[in-house]
């Protein structure tokens, strides 16, 4: 399946369901970052949540960063995800790898750890960000970030998220929020009869693997609430802003004496973005070009 993400709605707009496969976008990232097992789990789950928490933005540019830093050996992970459905990420030490855990699952909260922080930042594209911290819940992930919604943004949410990885690569990824709009919060019975739906899945990858389309996942939950499908589909992709423009930018700021370093001792520079691990190489003639522009600059500040 294609990677996408589709919105839904329920209950007279009282319930708001977002769902997104990321197969695809996940699996590049295994491939870009050479992740384990466990990591491509971990980042992947969180690639998704982070679709899903930008698809409620509203303004064009609109973006979603999520960092996770645990005491488990995985040593954090940061996602960067936009309302224009393109995310990148990546995890501090990508080649760790854990049992399987007593469910017989790959142990996300044992790499990722229980003690904690959860740190999310929304950017609107003007003024400033809005960001919140919690205190990990389990290291799980969807637990993590179900936890950041009912505390920071006191929204009654149900978050599905799953990633299986095969000997062959990611072959399962993607998630599903649903959401209980404040109108119908307080009607008791239609936040149980939610709780008893999405309490009976036994997660999403399933689903994908049985051969269920987002559209079918949710006409079985919500089928009977009044449920509206919006027809648009939205495109999902792994992608990263870097550049050869910004990486000389930022070699640029290092200034004269380390740029000089840099040709004396490596006769160049090579550089790797953190996000992608797209690699750009710069020649002692690149890094003379750098120091040049520099002493330009400096020379029309000083007049």
């Known amino acids: ?36 097992y466990v990591a491509t789990a971990a980042l992947g789950r969180t690639m998704s949540a982070g679709l899903l928490l930008a698809s409620s933005m509203k303004r064009p540019g609109s973006k979603v960063n999520i960092r996770v830093r645990g005491d488990g050996p995985l040593g954090g992970l940061l996602v960067d995800a936009g309302l224009d459905g393109t995310v990148r990420g990546y995890v501090h030490n990508p080649a760790v790898e854990l049992p ?90 239609l936040v149980e ?33 009044g449920l509206t499908i919006f027809p648009e589909s939205q495109l999902l992709r792994f992608s990263c802003r870097c550049s050869e423009d910004r990486m000389m930018g930022a070699l640029k700021l290092l200034g004269v004496e380390e740029l000089r370093d840099m040709i004396q001792q490596d006769e160049g520079a090579e550089v790797t973005c953190e996000f992608c691990s797209e690699q750009y190489n710069v020649s002692s003639q690149g890094l003379e070009a750098l120091i040049e522009e520099i002493h330009r600059d400096q020379n029309e500040a000083n007049g």
């Open 1 to 36: 399946m294609v990677d996408q993400l589709v919105r839904a709605a329920a209950a007279d707009g009282g319930i708001r369901a977002v769902g997104v496969i990321t197969t695809n976008l996940v699996d590049e990232a295994r491939n870009r970052h050479g992740l384990s």
């Open 100 to 189: 399987l855990n007593t469910q017989g699952k790959l142990d996300v909260g044992g790499a990722v750890g229980s003690e904690g922080f959860l740190y999310v930042v929304r950017d609107a594209g003007y003024g400033y960000p809005y960001s919140s911290t919690v205190k990990l819940v389990s290291g799980e992930i969807g637990d993590d970030i179900a936890s950041y919604l009912a505390t920071s943004e006191q929204t009654p949410s149900a978050l599905i998220l799953g990633v299986f990885v095969g000997s062959t690569g990611v072959t399962a990824a993607g998630g599903l929020l649903i959401q209980v709009m404040p109108k119908a919060a307080e009607d008791e019975a």
């Open 193 to 225: 009869l939610l709780e008893s739906r999405v309490g009976c899945l036994t997660g999403f990858t399933p689903l994908l693997q049985a051969g269920k389309s987002l559209p079918q996942i949710f006409e079985d939950l919500l089928g009977d609430m």
